[in-house]
């Protein structure tokens, strides 16, 4: 084993200095490294939205606890291995065991390989079986109280760290608190503002959540630039945040969750595509062609798996990925509002809550469109791209999903793949979220419609300089 120093905080705010030791062990070395059962589950970015909007609409404040120490507080699972280790000097003197003289190992302690899964085991074991909670199939790090009337809490956790909201006047959820609190030693609880896996949360007046990375962006090492770049990131851009809204939703079940896909192809150096994805949560009015808040779940921006030979392959990839997204955040957010899943029929579950797919590639729009009455493989010729466009289509059929169009400055993706676009995310993100879906029944795309525009501003533009001649001819005609 040796020592690990970190020190946190010392750049920029030397009052909140931290250091931290921390003795970690060279797992690697481990005999039972290849045999070790080491897969535990983390808290997703998707939960962690999911919950934040839960609690939002149902006006939960949030905590976050700190497990000390966390690994050593859990089973003594590894004294049955009789693993040894040679402590350091100061581990020796403290134990009073003669220096270079082996220990046994008792439980899980930093980095060992099992250490994650053997503290996962106990936290479930105290959420599931003592505070009598339900663990979510779609995220295990995820657990749910339940009510007649619904959910009363929730508790999802990244290792150590967990993130707890409830309502704190049901006497069902202090009694989880307190088992909770004396299950395992803590640093103290913290309300908001707080940080939680690197991302700051402040809860503000109306319930909506704000969150910035701000303060880890401090933290960078930004790269000089010559004079032949383009400048670097500004301080506006650095300290743009992400919001989660209360929608003020009638019924959680009536929130919609909308998926925009777009793509870039060939924008990579070598000349394979970017994909990317945006699903947010908002009310229905959103499809209905009016301006609403839009709470972003899930979003993505990479490169696509395939090469691809088309834009329209690429489109096909773009919108199979973020369907397979859209139908995760639709499962697991029908499940915390209490629905149990089949996951052999998952799309009967995630059926329950209502969503869409929104792409600005007309050819995907009518292909997608035709659903069975469509020919043999949509007659492409890049069949892969068509096997999965099928795969797509029959998937929106059975979960009544809607696919529309819309035109590419009303893509809220087009920001994710294209740097060109990246003021579509910028201005929504600054903008307070706002967003609307507005089918066009005439398709007229973007390029279009600037075209007519510059058309009508030349026409505007001619007709006053006629009005303006006509008018100083009878001026001076007076």
């Known amino acids: 084993m040796r020592w690990v120093l970190t020190i946190k905080g010392l750049d920029h705010q030397p009052q909140r200095g931290k250091c931290k030791a921390r003795l970690v062990l060279l797992g690697y070395s481990d ?8 897969a535990a589950p983390t808290m997703t970015r998707r939960s962690r939205q999911l919950v934040l909007g839960l609690a939002t609409h149902r006006r939960w404040r949030p905590w976050k606890a700190d497990a000390k120490a966390a690994f050593l507080q859990g089973s003594p699972r590894e004294r049955e291995r009789n693993i040894l280790t040679l402590p350091v000097p100061e581990l020796s003197h403290a134990l009073g065991v003669p220096q270079g003289e082996a220990v046994r190992l008792v439980k899980a302690a930093y980095g060992l390989a099992s250490a994650p899964r053997s503290w996962f085991l106990d936290v479930a074991e105290v959420l599931r079986g003592k505070c009598g909670l339900r663990q979510l199939k779609s995220d295990a790090c995820t657990w749910i109280m339940d009510s007649p009337r619904g959910p009363i809490g929730a508790i999802s956790l ?14 069902a959820w202090q ?165 149990t899943p089949d996951l052999r029929k998952a799309w009967e579950t995630a059926a329950k809550v209502p969503g869409a797919l929104v792409v600005d590639a007309k050819s995907v729009y009518d292909a997608g469109s035709k659903g069975d009455t469509a020919s043999s493989l949509f007659s492409m010729k890049e069949k892969y791209a068509a096997l999965e466009l099928m795969a797509v289509v029959e998937s929106i059929g059975l979960m009544n999903t809607s696919l529309l169009w819309v035109s590419s400055e009303a893509q809220l993706a087009d920001g994710l793949t294209k740097s060109q676009a990246q003021y579509y995310i910028r201005g929504f993100l600054q903008g307070l979220q706002m967003w609307t879906v507005k089918h066009d029944p005439d398709f007229v795309a973007a390029k279009k419609k600037k075209r007519l525009e510059h058309r009508e501003d030349a026409s505007a533009a001619s007709c006053t300089a006629v009005l303006t001649a006509a008018s100083e001819r009878d001026f001076w005609g007076m």
């Open 175 to 339: 009694e989880v608190l307190r088992v909770l609190k004396g299950s395992f030693r803590w640093s103290d609880w913290e309300n908001t503002p707080f940080v939680h896996c690197g991302v700051m949360i402040d809860q503000l007046p109306d319930y909506s959540f704000s969150l910035s990375q701000a303060e880890y962006c401090l933290e960078l090492k930004q790269i000089d630039l010559d004079s032949a770049q383009t400048e670097g990131i500004s301080a506006a851009e650095m300290h743009v945040a992400v919001s989660v809204q209360n929608l003020e939703p009638e019924s959680l079940e009536d929130l919609v969750f909308t998926c925009w896909t777009d793509t870039a192809v060939g924008n990579r150096p070598d000349m394979s595509s970017t994909g990317g994805y945006a699903v947010g949560m908002a009310k229905p009015r959103l499809l209905q062609g009016e301006r609403s808040p839009v709470n972003l779940v899930a979003w993505k921006s990479g490169k696509l798996p395939r090469v691809a030979r088309s834009s329209l392959s690429a489109e096909i990839q773009a919108l199979s990925e973020g369907e397979q997204e859209l139908t995760v955040c639709r499962l697991q957010w029908a499940e915390m509002l209490g629905h």
């Open 31 to 38: 005999p039972d490294l290849l045999e070790l059962s080491t």
């Open 158 to 171: 990244h290792v150590d760290d967990f993130l707890i909201c409830g309502e704190e006047a049901e006497p």
